[in-house]
């Protein structure tokens, strides 16, 4: 007997992650080749008219999984029974616009999309958050959640995959090694140009990354300066931000968080406390899904170096948690 439809909520659905997003997960590359999906596509009213054209679309592929669609410009439909949400859609930063201005845009979308959430999802239900400050709006919408309760306040998230998956990549091109062979990536913080991206624990067939690689200077001149400034690269190189790497991380995200991890992973996930993080900011972290569960990854060494490398990355999301407190109260 077939499995009964998951709900996967994805806001942001007429955009470009949308796009690229939808029609992985209506064949099944998300939730398993075996899983019927029910999409249900939020985003704003004057962008219903894109939406329809994008259901249009999937209609057209034909897709076994997809066992239905809705649009919406209402949280609360979006939202309703949902399994999975996906937040992508945000407010960008417009010109003149300062880091605090954005913040605040933001928290208003969050704080309603959180407790729309929290009032009609599952309560088992799985949050990730992709629209950027997506490490804060993640925990504007975990704040607010909490708030109504009935949800896990452990299962709002930010996308730090992108960066995890960026970092293999870089690493892959300087050691040689094939990318599937490297295993125990880490990318600690926030998703922002402040990410500490760290190899010390990689592997690659039994050896360490780290002693393959025995550069220093690259580490610190050219690979965390790489992997931190992907986004804004591809911005200058394509016109656009990121989307289809973007869209392959979400996937990658909630398909190992849900169906198991073969490796490390790094979830940005609300902070239990470990390796000295202030509960409940949402940082990145290394972890293992296992049974539809996610852990952080304990007991790992951290040394002078990762330490100023992590302050720096936590100052900033303390920044931004400061920045938006007033909204939360
Ligand atoms: N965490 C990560 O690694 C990455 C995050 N991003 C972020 O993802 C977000 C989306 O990127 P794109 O798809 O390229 O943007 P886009 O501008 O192409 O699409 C955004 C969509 O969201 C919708 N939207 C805006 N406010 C909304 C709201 N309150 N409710 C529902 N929908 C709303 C817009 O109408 C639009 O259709 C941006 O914030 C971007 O910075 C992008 C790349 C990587
Ligand atoms: O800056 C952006 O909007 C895109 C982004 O987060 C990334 O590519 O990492």
Redesign the pocket.
């Known amino acids: 007997m077939s499995k009964a439809p998951m709900r996967v909520a994805v806001?942001?659905?007429?955009?470009?992650?949308?796009?690229s997003l939808l029609f992985r997960i209506a064949s099944g590359e998300m939730l398993g080749k075996d899983q019927p999906v029910i999409l249900q596509l939020?985003?704003?009213p004057?962008?219903q008219k894109?939406v329809k054209g994008v259901m249009m679309e999937l209609e057209d592929c034909a897709f076994p999984l997809l066992a239905g669609m809705i649009a919406t410009?209402d949280?609360n439909v979006a939202f309703k029974d949902a399994d999975v949400c996906l937040l992508?859609?945000?407010?960008?930063r417009g010109p003149g616009m300062e880091r605090a201005d954005l913040l605040t845009a933001n928290g208003a979308?969050f704080t309603?999309?959180g407790k729309a959430i929290a009032e009609n999802a599952k309560e088992d239900v799985r949050v990730l958050?992709?629209?950027?400050p997506?490490n804060t709006n993640a925990y504007i919408a975990r704040a607010a959640a909490i708030k109504v309760g009935r949800t896990n306040p452990n299962n709002y998230h930010?996308?730090?995959?992108?960066?995890h998956n960026r970092a293999l990549s870089q690493l892959a091109a300087k050691s040689g090694r094939e990318v599937s062979s490297l295993k125990k990536m880490v990318v600690w913080g926030n998703?922002s140009p402040s990410m500490y991206a760290d190899y010390r624990f990689c592997e690659s067939n039994g050896d360490s990354v780290k002693a393959l690689i025995n550069d220093h200077a690259w580490n610190n001149d050219v690979f965390l300066p790489t992997v931190g400034k992907r986004?804004a690269a591809i911005i200058e190189a394509r016109g656009?931000?990121?989307?289809a790497?973007?869209a392959n991380?979400a996937i990658d995200h909630v398909h190992d968080w849900v169906l198991g991890s073969s490796d490390w992973v790094t979830m940005g996930v609300p902070s239990d406390g470990s390796y000295g993080i202030p509960e409940g900011v949402v940082f990145g972290f290394p972890c293992e899904c296992k049974d539809g569960q996610f852990k952080i990854i304990q007991g790992l060494e951290i040394d002078e170096y990762s330490k100023g490398k992590i302050a720096i990355t936590l100052k900033e999301l303390e920044d931004e948690r400061a920045a938006v407190a007033d909204m939360l109260k």
């Open positions: 806001t942001g659905a007429a955009g470009q992650i949308g796009y939020l985003d704003l004057q962008a894109a410009d949280p992508v859609g945000a407010r960008p979308i309603v999309q958050v992709v629209g950027n997506c930010g996308m730090l995959r992108l960066d998703h986004g656009l931000s990121s989307a790497s973007a991380a």
